[in-house]
């Protein structure tokens, strides 16, 4: 079973930053490789939804409420990705994921922008 671990989360004002990171401490390093890496978020009463995913060879795709302002990244040999999140604004609360391949996701982490 894959085992992911976000980190990162906190609380920030409007215009604040923040980087969240999400590591796969158990898998290992080839089929860390091959995978699709993505961060989720689901807000209070609303449905999951992405927000960017890294693919093995680092093309990403974001959701249009994000461009420009977030950043997804991959560090391979260290089993990691990131999200850097610049002019954080109060609609982007919500519980933050990371996701590997199709099914595995990891525990979460709660981002909160105060207006």
């Known amino acids: 079973q894959v085992y992911l671990v976000e980190s990162g989360g906190g609380l920030v004002q409007d215009g604040g930053s923040l980087r969240l990171t999400c590591t796969a401490p158990?898998?290992?390093?080839?089929?860390?490789?091959?995978?699709?890496m993505g961060w989720y978020r689901q807000a209070a009463g609303k449905e999951r939804e992405l927000v960017a995913t890294?693919?093995?060879?680092?093309?990403?795709n974001y959701v249009d409420s994000v461009k420009g302002r977030f950043t997804i990244s991959r560090d391979n040999a260290r089993k990691r990705i990131y999200l850097q999140m610049n002019n954080l604004k109060p609609e982007d609360t919500a519980v933050y994921y990371c996701?590997?391949?199709?099914?595995?996701w990891g525990q979460g982490t709660q981002v909160t922008v105060s207006g």
């Open positions: 996701k590997m391949g199709e099914n595995s």
């Open positions: 158990r898998t290992i390093t080839s089929v860390f490789n091959a995978n699709v």
């Open positions: 890294v693919t093995a060879r680092g093309s990403t």
